[in-house]
């Protein structure tokens, strides 16, 4: 079972399996992203204004 306080990683429908992804999470206050080869390496986390400004949307679970 997964704890309440961990991030749900995410990354998208058209990664492949080839493992050359990265990973997001929406945290309570900021938008993190990591390296899916490395899960614990480590992590850049944006503020949701600098999320959107990347990617042109706002974080949305």
């Known amino acids: 079972m997964r704890s309440t306080n961990?991030?749900?990683w995410r990354k998208s429908s058209h990664s492949g399996d080839e493992g050359a992804c990265v990973e997001m999470a929406i945290l309570a206050t900021a938008v993190a992203?990591?390296?899916s080869k490395d899960p614990?390496?480590?992590t850049l986390v944006f503020?949701?204004?600098a999320w959107a400004a990347f990617t042109g949307a706002p974080p949305r679970d």
Do not use: F, K, L, W
């Open 6 to 8: 961990s991030p749900r």
């Open 33 to 35: 992203v990591r390296d």
């Open 40 to 42: 614990t390496g480590p």
């Open 47 to 49: 503020s949701p204004a």
